[in-house]
């Protein structure tokens, strides 16, 4: 676990191979309908539209999207003037997609987990480098605007 690297993708990944691992070894009250699967499919797009809006502010306010390093610009607008984490939500809704996609209360549990991962592994971390980045600024910001949605 030393060498692990510690990046979301490879968290959201994760969780949703163990979706797919627990939805097929262990389905825990099917729910299979085509209407899920669209809507499965729906969501997946909608993260990764979220994911490259984000991308683009990031870009566009030319600081780090790397998480565990220090931001030289706090991002307020586009995604972010939602939610303060726009792209973690968006791995939450990706999850979330593969398990609808997949039918079974087993498929959506690791999205549970994923979301408590990225809050505490990376969101938690983060807000607290914002502030001593940015001190009162961010302050205001983290009042006006909800951590997730």
Same mark, same amino acid.
Do not use: C
């Given at each position: 676990?030393? !060498?692990?690297?510690?990046?979301?993708p490879i968290?959201?990944?994760?969780?949703? $191979?163990l979706?797919w691992?627990?939805?097929?070894?262990?389905?825990?009250?099917?729910?299979?309908s085509l209407g899920? %699967?669209?809507?499965?499919?729906?969501?997946l $797009? $909608?993260? +990764?539209?979220?994911v490259l809006w984000s991308a683009?502010?990031f870009?566009r306010?030319k600081?780090?999207?790397?998480?565990h390093k220090?931001?030289?610009?706090l991002?307020?607008?586009?995604?972010?003037w939602?939610? %303060?984490?726009?792209i973690y939500?968006?791995?939450?809704?990706?999850a +979330?997609?593969v398990?609808l996609y997949?039918?079974t209360?087993?498929?959506i549990i690791p999205?549970i987990a994923?979301a408590i991962?990225? !809050?505490? %592994?990376f969101?938690l971390p =983060? =807000?607290a480098?914002?502030?001593?980045?940015?001190?009162a =600024? +961010?302050?205001?910001y983290? =009042?006006?605007?909800?951590?997730?949605?």
């Amino acid at each position: 676990m030393k !060498h692990f690297p510690d990046l979301p993708p490879i968290w959201m990944l994760g969780a949703m $191979l163990l979706s797919w691992i627990l939805a097929t070894m262990v389905p825990i009250l099917s729910l299979f309908s085509l209407g899920l %699967r669209w809507l499965g499919l729906f969501w997946l $797009l $909608l993260a +990764a539209l979220l994911v490259l809006w984000s991308a683009f502010w990031f870009w566009r306010k030319k600081t780090t999207i790397e998480p565990h390093k220090t931001a030289q610009t706090l991002i307020v607008s586009g995604p972010f003037w939602l939610t %303060r984490n726009p792209i973690y939500l968006a791995m939450v809704v990706a999850a +979330a997609g593969v398990g609808l996609y997949l039918g079974t209360l087993s498929g959506i549990i690791p999205v549970i987990a994923l979301a408590i991962v990225l !809050h505490r %592994r990376f969101v938690l971390p =983060e =807000e607290a480098g914002l502030k001593a980045a940015f001190g009162a =600024e +961010a302050d205001a910001y983290f =009042e006006k605007t909800r951590r997730w949605i």
